[in-house]
């Protein structure tokens, strides 16, 4: 985007405008978008997956265990999700100034806010497992109406269980939209992800090197994540504006255009 064109986030959007306009916004900062992205998920994939599980030097793994599929889930949750959105939000506020966002300004913003970011979600992220431990559908409801905590700590300055509540209210009357609006931009991510990830796997099993596996997770990650972060994001202001009142009277002796044309 332009630096002068000032994007508007006061405004409600469309389905198709959320996800054009996410797709727009990120292709036309997809330097710095990259650049926040994959300053997250290399060092997090490479300590978490790379060292603690040992996939820098282990041989190709036709079949993932169970930790090495936790582990990595739940450190994307609580962990690259949170700061990529952190990151993202200050992006498009940068964008909403009519400024040049700074890809080190952005990270710096994402770091400076994770500690109260991470503890929401780690609450959040409780409720949710809980949930899907109760037969599965109250852990999906959870996890639509408490999306956008980091959106609420960021942006309303909510702390811990305040976070939820904001997330909660703000999806108030649009858990369907929410839902929707998510699914689709998790489909939209879901095939350059693929493109990514299934040649680096087969790479990976013809060369007995599943490092090469791990080079194609974080690749993808990298370039989907802040994708969805956007989209969620702009969903969320897109809620605000819709939950406010279509018309708002006007302060007391102030005419409206009505009134001056009588």
Known sequence: MNPAERLDLARARGIRELLGDALRIYAQNF?????????????VQMIVSGIGLEELTAPYRESTTTAELLVPTA???LVVAPLIAAAAIHILRELAAAREPHPGRSLQVGLDVFAPVFLAVVLAGVGIAVGLLALIVPGVFLAVR???VPQAVVIDGARGAGALRASWEATRGFWWRTLGVILLANLVALLPGLLIVSPLNALAESADRQVVSLVGVIVSETITAPFVAIVSTLLFYDLRARAQPATQAPPPGQLTLDDESR
């Not at 978008?33 to 060092?43: M, S």
């Open 146 to 148: 408490w999306l956008f």
């Open 31 to 43: 330097a710095t978008v990259i650049a926040v992205a994959a300053a997250i998920v290399v060092p």
């Open 75 to 77: 450190v994307s949750f």
